[in-house]
């Protein structure tokens, strides 16, 4: 089964993986005294994760990520974190399921 | 002005005595602490995603500090927790040292890069004044580490 935690795994596992690559970010980590070694570990766990998401969720996720640079972002109130319109009172959602924003076609957490 | 809102603002952002005594129970507390505060409703997954962090490269930074810290969809604004062990966790620092602060920096989804990185910097900047550190490892007084935070941050 893939879970919606596995997609949100997966933001979060980009997120740090954009951090270690970026070049800006890693110097001024690398600056601050830590390491960042692990990255081929991080993107073997990464693999693993995206070999697990069911298709339709893969295809979303990638089509995302290439147009905006996030696959998914959060809801926070009622507005799409992504395009910042406030979402239909029929887009409701329970705690933890993943939908599409209507407007700009970005998955969204429903924290 | 810091955009981090830690112990200096709530006393609940301070757990004075870590009841955990490595380091990943040390952030599974730490996380679920996150939850109490309202910072987080999947304490869980936060704390995957801070171990995923550990995996990247240990967040010890020596003298007994480590500031694990990560950005995250399941995080709702940025905050600062901070706990404090008193026998020391092994925690993979450089210097080999146990650590007895560990300062969370989580930030949301949202927040840049430069931004979370910034924050970090911060409190990398209050563990490196030797005297603020020393007061900071030595302290009793939950009131003092805030205090000693609040300039930090």
Request: net charge positive.
């Amino acid at each position: 089964m893939t879970g919606w935690t596995d997609v949100v795994s997966l933001h979060d596992l980009d997120l740090l993986l954009e951090e270690a690559r970026c070049g800006g970010t890693r110097q001024r980590t690398l600056s601050l005294g830590f390491r960042l070694a692990g990255l081929a570990a991080l993107e073997r766990a990464r693999a693993r994760l995206h070999a697990r998401l069911e298709g339709r969720w893969v295809h979303a996720y990638e089509r995302v990520q290439r147009r905006y640079g996030r696959g998914v972002v959060a809801v926070r109130d009622r507005v799409c974190q992504g395009c910042f319109i406030t979402l239909p009172t029929c887009a409701a959602s329970s705690r933890g399921s993943l939908t599409v924003c209507e407007s700009c076609g970005r998955i969204l957490f429903w924290s | 002005m810091s955009i981090l809102v830690g112990p200096a603002q709530h006393p609940a952002h301070l757990i004075p005595d870590l009841k955990s005594c490595s380091r990943d129970s040390v952030v599974g507390e730490l996380a679920r602490q996150a939850q109490g505060i309202g910072v987080t409703r999947e304490p869980g997954l936060l704390r995957a995603t801070l171990l995923m962090r550990e995996r990247l490269g240990p967040t010890a930074v020596g003298h007994g500090f480590a500031i694990p810290n990560a950005r995250s969809l399941v995080v709702t604004r940025p905050v600062l927790l901070l706990g404090r062990s008193r026998p020391g966790v092994d925690w993979g620092a450089a210097d080999g040292a146990p650590v007895h602060v560990v300062a969370l920096v989580i930030s949301p989804a949202e927040m840049s890069a430069p931004c979370h990185v910034a924050a970090v910097a911060r409190m990398v900047a209050a563990t490196r004044a030797a005297r603020a550190r020393q007061r900071l490892l030595e302290s009793d007084s939950p009131g003092e580490i805030v205090e000693l935070l609040g300039e930090a941050q």
